[in-house]
């Protein structure tokens, strides 16, 4: 079921939906996203999925092209409290196939254990797998 699906000029798109076979939702970033529609994108995924209290999100960065969102502080300080108060628990962060890596890659370069679980991937059947697992 389809979210939302937020587009910028220059072509770049912040795609959510959610998978209700798998229990999941799925955003799906790709183009070029300036640090401005990213925040925008999170914040329309806090928005969005409200009513769902749905624990796992598979982040999908491998279409994204050039810099990645890089403010991790405001996703912390922010973001990850607001999506855990709404039922996240587990995220499957697959980084830009272009780079493979972003500022979540440099800053958590291990998996993130906590209140919320935080796992980073290079291909998007690895991080389904993982989600799969968090489920059992």
Do not use: K
């Not at 491998?62 to 405001?74: K, N, Q």
């Not at 272009?98 to 254990?113: A, I, Q, Y």
């Amino acid at each position: 079921m389809l979210l939302h699906s937020l587009s910028d000029a220059d072509g770049s798109r912040c795609t959510l939906i959610y998978e209700e076979q798998n229990n999941w939702l799925r955003a799906i970033w790709s183009g070029y996203v300036d640090p401005l529609e990213a925040m925008r994108g999170a914040e329309h995924y806090l928005h969005s999925v409200q009513p769902l209290h749905c624990p796992y999100l598979l982040n999908d960065n491998l279409a994204l092209r050039g810099p990645w969102f890089d403010s991790v502080e405001w996703l912390q300080r922010a973001w990850v409290p607001h999506a855990f108060r709404m039922g996240l628990r587990y995220i499957a962060h697959v980084v830009q196939a272009d780079t493979r890596t972003d500022s979540l890659t440099l800053r958590f370069p291990t998996p993130v254990v906590g209140p919320l679980e935080l796992q980073i991937f290079h291909s998007v059947v690895e991080a389904e797998q993982w989600l799969r697992n968090c489920q059992r």
